[in-house]
């Protein structure tokens, strides 16, 4: 079975830089498999913050970027600010089927 | 501005139905592909399914979970996206997403709360 791989937490320093990662069991990430990233701040819904890579949507900041790194996708988030305090899903299209990951929970302390 | 307002979310029995609505506004429906996510409370986002547009056949995916259970269909006449949910299990307790992307944007409504009692 398929499963998309995500860091469980992270924890970054306001102002540091952060690198979140995105695998895939059985088989490396590309740019085929569209890789997006969602943000959920407590009590909110979901806004997408980067899709097909490193497209990023309307109003996020350049702070936030998508890219393959290695056999996964990535996404980096610099000058970490306190309100950076979220769950991070990425989301897989494998095939027509789209799949996400378990989320990572960033700190910002 | 784009705008998605789900509805239709509400308690019911396991082995229930029930139908989910996405009203759409502030973008050409007829050409964007829209889906379904869910969150069960406390849990991570789950792809539900996704629906192409006419003119690709609307064309529907399914996760395998609700697979034979659910139907996504699509009105371009009134923009709205709906989830037709039958045989409902307790698992399928959750949030429900309409979410798309739009001119390399994407959008997510404010979700809508379905509570599968047993």
């Known amino acids: 079975q398929t499963v998309v791989t995500q860091e469980p937490s992270f924890s970054v320093s306001p102002g540091g830089t952060v690198t979140l990662t995105c695998g895939l069991s059985f088989d490396s990430v590309s740019t085929s498999h569209y890789p997006t990233w969602c943000q959920q701040s407590p009590g909110q819904a979901p806004r997408t913050l980067v899709h097909t890579t490193n497209i990023r949507s309307s109003g996020v900041p350049d702070r936030f970027s998508g890219s393959i790194l290695g056999n996964k996708a990535a996404l980096t988030i610099t000058g970490a600010r306190a309100d950076d305090e979220s769950d991070y899903y990425c989301?897989?299209?494998?095939?027509?089927?789209?799949?996400f990951g378990g989320g990572t929970r960033l700190t910002v302390l | 501005d784009v705008q998605l307002v789900e509805s239709g979310g509400g308690l019911v029995k396991a082995g229930g139905s029930l139908r989910l609505s996405c009203a759409a506004s502030g973008f050409t429906f007829n050409n964007a592909w829209m889906n379904w996510i869910r969150q069960a409370p406390g849990k991570g986002l789950e792809w539900v399914g996704r629906?192409?547009?006419?003119?690709?056949?609307?064309?529907?995916y399914y996760a395998a979970v609700v697979k034979g259970r659910f139907t996504i269909s699509r009105d371009d006449s009134q923009n709205t996206l709906y989830l037709q949910m039958h045989n409902l299990e307790t698992e399928d307790t959750a949030v429900y997403y309409c979410v798309t992307v739009v001119d390399s944007s994407g959008y997510w409504g404010q979700g809508t709360l379905v509570s599968v009692s047993s």
């Open positions: 629906i192409k547009t006419k003119a690709e056949g609307e064309t529907t």
């Open positions: 989301v897989l299209m494998i095939g027509d089927i789209s799949l």
